[in-house]
């Protein structure tokens, strides 16, 4: 069975520092991993989406990383800001026949003004 | 605009009723999903549909029922069997499988 775990469950930083988040999977042979945003009772807005056979992608202060043989992917957060306190999703596709997509249970995160 | 609609935004529901929640895109996706979100949790997959007049079980498909007569449509039915309903429902639609979601709809059983 495909899981998808999320490290740490919460977190919280002062304003300014970078930071990491950590999501692993255990199937390899996914097709692409994406990175989300979940504020409050709100929906999921996507950051940053990264193919198979991408390292990494950028978007702002926003670094995604993948390590696809190692069944591991980062978010890099710099120069964090009290507005992105919110929980970070990870997700895995996996396309084909089977077109999953499997999410981890999240990182709660809380920048500290 | 494009995007994902969902609708009602908050649902109530008596218990031992069945209640329909609505997903529509003009993504022209594909592929559409429904999971279920509990507080703390991640978000669980309860049906999926990769073409019209098809789709999978997720997860968590027990007391669940959908259906997907057109492409842009794929609503989600919570029936009296389904002991828990009471969540936070999202749907979202993909490319590719770069997924896209709505704003969610949060049911409540009274």
């Known amino acids: 069975k495909q899981e998808v775990t999320q490290i740490p469950a919460a977190l919280s930083v002062p304003e300014g520092e970078n930071l990491v988040l950590n999501c692993s999977f255990t199937?390899?042979?996914?097709?692409?991993l994406q990175w989300f945003r979940q504020d409050p009772g709100k929906g999921l807005t996507s950051l940053l989406l990264?193919?198979?056979?991408?390292r990494e992608q950028t978007s702002g202060r926003l670094n995604a990383s993948l390590d696809k043989s190692s069944g591991r992917s980062t978010l890099y957060i710099a120069a964090s800001q009290p507005g992105d306190s919110a929980t970070y999703l990870c997700?895995?596709?996996?396309?084909?026949?089977?077109?999953?997509?499997?999410f981890g249970k999240g990182t709660r995160l809380h920048i500290l003004p | 605009d494009g995007g994902i609609t969902q609708s009602p935004k908050y649902l109530f529901r008596k218990e031992g009723q069945n209640v329909t929640l609505s997903c529509e895109q003009n993504?022209?996706?594909?592929?559409m999903y429904w999971y279920r979100q509990d507080p703390g949790q991640g978000l669980r997959l309860i049906y999926y549909?990769?073409?019209?007049?098809?789709?999978q079980k997720g997860d968590i498909a027990e007391g669940y029922s959908v259906s997907r007569e057109k492409k842009e449509s794929f609503p989600l039915t919570v029936t009296s069997a389904q002991k828990n309903p009471t969540a936070f429902y999202l749907c979202?639609?993909?490319?590719?499988?770069?997924?896209?979601f709505g704003q969610g709809t949060r049911l409540t059983v009274v």
């Open positions: 979202a639609s993909s490319r590719w499988t770069e997924a896209f």
């Open positions: 199937d390899s042979a996914i097709y692409n």
């Open positions: 990264i193919q198979s056979s991408q």
């Open positions: 997700a895995v596709g996996f396309g084909g026949r089977d077109d999953k997509i499997i």
């Open positions: 993504l022209n996706h594909d592929a």
């Open positions: 549909s990769q073409i019209v007049n098809d789709f």
